[in-house]
């Protein structure tokens, strides 16, 4: 991985999803995230960010790696680095996914760039999606996976900015492993580090199971649909700096910075800032 654009062959390659919007994985996802589900019927409106629960490729088992992720290669490219993390992303929301209707998703791989830190070496992957029904395009998608090594013997921790921003509002948030498992199976993510606590302390040296990091962009982005009725999702935008961990609470924050535009973000245990976002709103 020695090029400024390693696996350039995958740049540009794509492919169709299709799935059904099922009232059951909806009321599932309600359940999930500890909300009151109401009552299900063909053309409820499904709250923003819930998109993520659709399309996972239904891969056999024998052929998974290690992590529980499928083997590398395929559509996305074969990174050799034993981390995989979804690193933030970036949507456009024009109309909202419904209960009873066909949905389909078209990705390409729109990125690929290597880089080196001191932590080791590092692949970042784009990949854009654009998910669609019969009438046209719900959401635009960028999405942002980045690949790291373990961390190398005698590396410090990377230190970490303490959030100084103060809130209009907050929530404060207490993971669990059933938590974790339950957004695992919905999403069909089969990735250790979420809930095989032996694989994740030993193998990948991480001090807990890892909370998801779209779990917690949906967490923000449902803290800030809370605040009214009749706010309702055209942007968002987020990126993750540090992972959360299911053995501390951690906290959500919103502020308002300009009519309809948010700032959200999420910290640890320690004050440290752990995700970022952005989102606009309209009324």
């Known amino acids: 991985m020695n090029s400024e654009k390693p696996f ?16 059951s994985r909806v009321s599932k996802m309600y359940a999930t995230l500890n909300m009151p589900c109401p009552k299900l019927i063909r053309g409820q409106e499904l ?15 024998s052929e998974l790696g290690d992590d529980g992720h499928p083997e590398r290669g395929g559509f996305l490219p074969p990174v050799d680095l034993p981390r995989r993390m979804w690193a933030g992303g970036r949507l456009d929301f024009y109309r909202y996914i419904k209960v009873g209707e066909e949905i389909r998703r078209v990705s390409s791989i729109k990125d690929v760039v290597s880089k ?3 932590t080791g070496e590092m692949v970042f992957v784009t990949v854009a999606h654009q998910i669609l029904d019969d009438h046209g395009v719900l959401i635009n998608e960028e999405h942002d ?3 790291r090594d373990l961390m190398p013997e005698g590396v410090s921790v990377p230190s970490y900015q303490t959030a100084e921003m103060s809130s209009d509002f907050s929530l404060e948030i207490f993971p669990n492993p059933v938590t974790l498992f339950r957004y695992s199976a919905l999403t069909f993510n089969g990735h250790r580090i979420h809930y095989d606590r032996k694989y994740c302390i030993e193998e990948e040296g991480y001090p807990g199971l890892v909370f998801h990091g779209p779990l917690t962009a949906t967490h923000l982005a449902q803290l800030l649909l809370s605040q009214s009725n009749d706010i309702q999702l055209t942007d968002f935008r987020f990126r993750a700096i540090k992972p959360l961990f299911d053995n501390h609470a951690f906290v959500l924050h919103g502020r308002e910075e300009a009519p309809n535009v948010y700032n959200l973000w999420a910290t640890d245990y320690l004050g440290h800032t752990a995700m970022e976002a952005q989102a606009t709103c309209e009324r």
Do not use: C, N, Q
Not at 10 to 23: P, Q
Not at 47 to 61: D, E, I, K, Y
């Open 8 to 23: 350039s062959e995958w740049i540009g390659r794509s492919e169709t999803s299709m799935d059904f919007v099922d009232a």
């Open 47 to 61: 709250p923003s960010l819930w998109h993520w629960m659709f399309f996972a490729p239904a891969v056999p088992f």
């Open 116 to 118: 080196k830190g001191r």
């Open 145 to 147: 996976i980045v690949y």
